[in-house]
């Protein structure tokens, strides 16, 4: 075999991709001849990803492991935050063990994996040979061998005629053997790695082929929601904005994404001539030139894409309707602040789920619990290999209204270490119509270091902690099906 079959040549992985869905894959059941039944196993497909291809979601369900995945500790959600977002590739795997074809079903699940088209087939190296003999290869082939050495280069040896142009290879094996890692990447194998192989380290490697590792890190996400209406999640929202962009001098853009209703444009005392609606409804002028002149600039480092605040058109959008907005802010901003409205929908969903984090604000009340319980578990369940989000409970302290403190709150939730926001409608509500942010306002106000705290935070510099408040509902939580153990045992 000539020793640069398997190296990549330059070819745009979006184009590939693009052909290698265009050809009819072939059933695996059809290539598998008997006289070889002996010595290839049999493919069966485990799963396709419902992971989102160009605007229409992937046709088959992903079917779940039947054996436990993978443990998800701090470690892991740490080593998970380092990885950058796969672009828009195929990707296909062949297994030998379930183990790895689990690891491999996680990843394709996972936030970072949204673009990618993946698909996880039961079979050794042999097997994808008889594959592909009658279908295209894709940008990223996996293949997983316990075979002998020897045995594993022969057989990729085989492999390589049917390998298109532009094909990366990643080879897991079973033997730690240097010599077998230098004859694999002599002959153009793009990595080899030896199992069991975390997820963390397999999502890196991918990341690694296809982002420039000499490119500026990406920006990052932060999406702010309120568990019910009226809970003050906008106000934290450009308040945390404002600190984020004091800190380290570091550039933020604020997307305000209630079109309707928006409050951002009046907390910075901006009238923009063009909103966020131009973009959405145009996408189509939508460059790094148009994006810059309709920014507002609130500071040197926060600058403003405010709502238009009109009823002229509905907001019913399709779950894709920001992704080229956010793509584009994606590559050009440190930091995204995302002040996501109190809806429900595919497109708040989406936007939820594909932010690297996630801050709920409620209140102290039983409709706030309630709401925050279920928006906590849904983002985990859409969100596996991420840490919670982070809770803001506002308005605590309000005159002779019954509240939940802090500790039967946070009980249900998991949650450890929330921001607490004193209720002070003097301070919030002077500082709003001055459009002003209660930093500028009154600088040595309780909340100014809650949000200086909770900005550092989401931004992945430090851990906020507060001292744990003594149980005292539980009963009546126990009763709602919310309190668990401590709450019930308080």
């Known amino acids: 075999m000539s020793e640069n079959l398997f190296k990549s040549k330059s070819a745009d992985p979006s184009k590939v991709a693009d052909a290698f869905f265009a050809e009819d894959v072939v059933e695996m059941s059809d290539a598998l001849e008997a006289d070889t039944a002996q010595e290839v196993e049999a493919v069966q497909q485990v799963h396709e990803t419902p992971a989102v291809i160009a605007d229409q979601p992937a046709s088959h369900e992903l079917r779940v492991a039947a054996h436990q995945p993978e443990i998800r500790d701090d470690a892991f959600v740490a080593a998970m935050e380092n990885v950058r977002p796969i672009p828009r590739i195929s990707l296909q795997a062949f297994c030998e063990t379930q183990q790895f074809a689990s690891v491999l079903e996680q990843g394709a699940g996972d936030r970072r994996m949204s673009k990618a088209h993946v698909k996880v087939h039961m079979g050794s190296i042999p097997a994808a040979t008889q594959f592909y003999s009658q279908a295209p290869t894709p940008n990223l082939l996996i293949l997983e061998s316990k075979a002998a050495p020897e045995a594993i280069v022969a057989q990729l040896d085989e492999l390589s005629v049917h390998c298109d142009p532009g094909t990366k290879v990643i080879v897991v094996g079973h033997v730690n053997d240097v010599t077998l890692y230098r004859e694999l990447i002599q002959r153009g194998v793009s990595e080899y790695m030896v199992a069991p192989v975390a997820l963390p380290a397999m999502l890196a490697e991918i990341s690694t082929l296809f982002v420039d590792p000499d490119a500026e890190p990406v920006g990052r996400f932060v999406a702010f929601v309120g568990a019910k209406g009226g809970v003050g999640s906008s106000t934290v929202a450009h308040n945390c904005a404002w600190h984020m962009s004091n800190q380290n001098e570091s550039d933020v853009v604020l997307a305000d994404l209630d079109i309707a209703f928006g409050t951002a444009n009046i907390d910075f005392d901006q009238e923009p001539a063009q909103t966020i609606a131009d973009v959405i409804f145009s996408p189509d002028r939508l460059d790094e030139t148009y994006l810059d002149r309709i920014l507002a600039k609130c500071s040197?480092?926060?600058?403003?894409?405010?709502?238009?605040?009109?009823?002229?058109?509905?907001?019913?959008?399709?779950?894709?309707?920001?992704?080229?907005?956010?793509?584009?802010?994606?590559?050009?901003?440190?930091?995204?602040?995302?002040?996501?409205?109190?809806?429900?929908?595919?497109?708040?969903?989406?936007?939820?789920?594909?932010?690297?984090?996630?801050?709920?604000?409620?209140?102290?009340?039983?409709?706030?619990?309630?709401?925050?319980?279920?928006?906590?578990?849904?983002?985990?369940?859409?969100?596996?290999?991420?840490?919670?989000?982070?809770?803001?409970?506002?308005?605590?302290?309000?005159?002779?209204?019954?509240?939940?403190?802090?500790?039967?709150?946070?009980?249900?939730?998991?949650?450890?270490?929330?921001?607490?926001?004193?209720?002070?409608?003097?301070?919030?509500?002077?500082?709003?119509?001055?459009?002003?942010?209660?930093?500028?306002?009154?600088?040595?106000?309780?909340?100014?270091?809650?949000?200086?705290?909770?900005?550092?935070?989401?931004?992945?510099?430090?851990?906020?902690?507060?001292?744990?408040?003594?149980?005292?509902?539980?009963?009546?939580?126990?009763?709602?099906?919310?309190?668990g153990k401590k709450a019930a045992s308080a």
């Open 300 to 483: 040197e480092h926060l600058s403003l894409l405010a709502a238009p605040a009109t009823l002229d058109r509905t907001c019913d959008f399709e779950q894709m309707t920001f992704e080229a907005l956010f793509d584009l802010l994606q590559v050009g901003v440190p930091n995204v602040v995302l002040d996501v409205p109190h809806v429900w929908t595919s497109w708040s969903e989406h936007v939820l789920t594909r932010a690297d984090q996630v801050v709920v604000t409620t209140t102290p009340d039983l409709a706030g619990l309630r709401n925050s319980k279920l928006l906590i578990d849904k983002l985990a369940e859409l969100r596996p290999n991420d840490d919670k989000p982070h809770l803001v409970i506002n308005q605590v302290g309000v005159p002779k209204r019954p509240e939940i403190s802090v500790a039967d709150f946070c009980a249900p939730l998991g949650i450890e270490h929330p921001s607490v926001l004193p209720f002070a409608p003097e301070v919030f509500g002077t500082a709003s119509n001055n459009g002003q942010m209660i930093g500028e306002f009154d600088a040595k106000h309780a909340a100014v270091g809650v949000f200086d705290a909770l900005a550092a935070t989401v931004t992945g510099r430090k851990q906020l902690i507060v001292p744990k408040a003594k149980s005292g509902l539980g009963p009546i939580l126990s009763k709602l099906g919310l309190g």
